[in-house]
């Protein structure tokens, strides 16, 4: 019995010396390596850590953990435990939002952030942020303003709209339109028209979301104008029209157009409404892009009210931005739902400048990013490829074998879903076992995506494609290639 009391005592000692050597933590605050966040994220968040970090330490003490306390005998345990905290602190705080390069060959990527901002919406946002500004405050009159006037004017010159205004999507301006016009009422829509957008995101849901009735009209892949009239009665709010931008029907259809909607709609004093979704402010085939109707088109075929995207072929940031007669957007901004669906400081000054280049038609594609990857010349693409090849060849060594290929890029958020166009991969192909393949190309892209600047490419028939299309810098692309970590064994 003395004996175990014996080894107990000792065991209970051995316990106590180990919490003895445990810094405090103020000791803890001296150390260089957390000297240098006191300044960056103040006292508390290091205290905090500290704290947290010691309260671990004692339970490691009180388990019996061997390998701790030989650690903690070492004489630089301080100096460890420090880096240990601030490598956590750091870590804790890093944005986990990470520029990519976008490689997949969808140019613009709801997954990656769609467009990128041309150099004027990313300085207007800068000063924006850093500034007060004049965002709901006439200067002239010194009296509240409406923030749709720094915009309006521009979209209504570039379209030819009588009145604009401006929320922070397209869905959310969609929502605004039925819920004004249509609270309690029945909308008419082709049912050939009922889309999904991204997310499960249904244009039902919408209209159950703005307490309106959905009416489909027609069939899925014919609808006539003698539909849309024969369900028009006194509970009818509106006509709508969904361009279908994310799919294609085709064969044996047929579609009311835009003007003999219009005059049907006029005839019963009762809005035609488009939804755009994925809008264009100019004509792509000028640059050699496939057709899609613009905004203005829009409303020279008869439309009352046109919605659409500004972050899509738009190419800037998330917006939904409706146009059309000046008596209905004056009730948009009356519903008081306006306010809560309204764009903040920084996307309306970074969609002004964006809007503002559309005023330059005649550089507008190489000027904003979306265009300017949209209609970059194979020939460029083909030598970025080859720039890059023996980069990626150098890396893979022994895992996969590489080569430059043709590819087909695809336009992205659900914008001219069934138009490719011609582009130029580094193509990766595992050099693995029979079995063992799939395996092999899961950890290639995996590998990729853990670069310091991940890279995201498509696989596809057992392969790793990266799309050069939208790679611009290729210094850096290939600079961290040497970090790249894969199993070589």
């Given at each position: 019995m003395e004996g175990v009391r014996a080894k107990v005592n000792r065991h209970m000692?051995?316990?106590?010396?180990?919490y003895k050597l445990l810094p405090s933590v103020d000791t803890m605050l001296q150390q260089a390596e957390l000297v240098r966040l006191l300044e960056k994220m103040g006292k508390a968040v290091v205290k905090t850590a500290i704290q947290t970090r010691l309260d671990i330490a004692r339970q490691q003490i009180a388990g019996d953990d061997e390998d701790f306390a030989a650690r903690l005998r070492s004489p630089n345990f301080d100096k460890c435990l420090a880096a240990d905290?601030?490598?956590?602190?750091?870590q804790e705080f890093t944005s986990t939002l990470r520029p990519v390069f976008n490689l997949t060959g969808t140019v613009i990527h709801t997954n990656l952030g769609r467009s990128r901002f041309p150099p004027e919406a990313v300085s207007a946002m800068e000063m924006a942020a850093n500034e007060c500004i004049n965002l709901e405050f006439d200067l002239a009159s010194g009296k509240r303003g409406d923030r749709d006037s720094h915009i309006e004017a521009a979209i209504c010159d570039i379209c030819g709209a009588e009145?604009?205004?401006?929320v922070n999507n397209n869905a959310a301006a969609v929502l605004l339109?039925?819920?004004t016009f249509a609270f309690g009422r029945e909308v008419l829509i082709s049912r050939g028209e009922l889309v999904e957008i991204g997310g499960s995101f249904r244009i039902p849901e919408v209209m159950q979301s703005a307490g309106c009735k959905l009416r489909e009209v027609g069939t899925t892949n014919r609808t006539h104008l003698k539909d849309f009239a024969s369900a028009?009665?006194?509970?009818?709010a509106l006509i709508m029209k969904v361009h279908t931008s994310n799919y294609e029907i085709r064969g044996f259809t047929e579609s009311v157009p835009e003007s003999a909607l219009?005059?049907?709609a006029g005839q019963h004093g009762i809005p035609f409404v488009s939804d755009l979704g994925s809008g264009t402010l100019v004509d792509l085939t000028r640059f050699g892009l496939p057709k899609e109707p613009t905004v203005s088109s829009e409303l020279l075929r008869g439309a009352d009210l046109v919605t659409f995207s500004g972050d899509k072929l738009l190419g800037g940031p998330q917006a939904g931005i409706i146009v059309g007669r000046r008596d209905l957007v004056d009730q948009l901004k009356k519903n008081p739902l306006k306010r809560a669906l309204r764009i903040d400081k920084i996307t309306l000054v970074a969609l002004v400048a964006v809007i503002n280049l559309y005023r330059d038609p005649e550089r507008i594609g190489t000027r904003l990013p979306a265009l300017s990857d949209l209609t970059r010349p194979l020939a460029e693409i083909e030598y970025m490829a080859t720039q890059v090849e023996e980069g990626v060849r150098q890396a893979l060594t022994g895992l996969a074998t590489v080569t430059v290929e043709p590819c087909k890029s695809q336009i992205g958020s659900g914008s001219l879903p069934t138009e490719l166009l011609d582009s130029m991969a580094i193509v990766c192909t595992p050099q693995a076992a029979k079995g063992k393949r799939d395996a092999a190309l899961v950890a290639l892209a995996k590998a990729f995506r853990a670069l310091p600047r991940p890279v995201i490419g498509r696989v596809?028939?057992?392969?790793?494609?990266?799309d050069c299309r939208c790679l611009r810098d290729y210094s850096g692309f290939l600079e961290q290639l040497q970090s790249i970590a894969l199993d070589k064994t």
């Open positions: 000692t051995v316990v106590s010396d180990l905290i601030a490598a956590g602190i750091e009145a604009a205004t401006v339109v039925l819920s028009i009665d006194d509970n009818t219009h005059e049907l596809h028939d057992g392969r790793l494609l990266l």
